[in-house]
């Protein structure tokens, strides 16, 4: 196999990774265990980030070709990593 398709693999499962958000469903049961959250709040704030998605879907393509399809891909998934942490 060329050395180029072993490092786009393992680039790519990262992408299918960060793109699921498998992670949600962890955070869901990280955060009832926060006192007073209950799972009105988390659906919540998952409504919110899916919402902010759907806002920013144009804006985003813009970018992307602007500065590029691989660089922007690396900067959304970059986002969305920093994000479920907020």
Do not use: C, E
């Amino acid at each position: 196999m060329p050395a180029a398709l072993k490092s786009n693999i393992w680039k790519y499962t990262i992408l299918l990774v960060t793109n699921k958000r498998v992670f949600v469903a962890i955070l869901g049961v990280y955060y009832l265990t926060i006192p007073g959250v209950t799972p009105f709040w988390i659906g919540i704030f998952l409504l919110a980030g899916n919402g902010a998605s759907f806002i920013f879907d144009i804006p985003s393509s813009y970018i992307a070709d602007k500065i590029g399809h691989k660089q922007a891909i690396v900067l959304s998934r970059i986002i969305i990593f920093f994000s479920t942490f907020f």
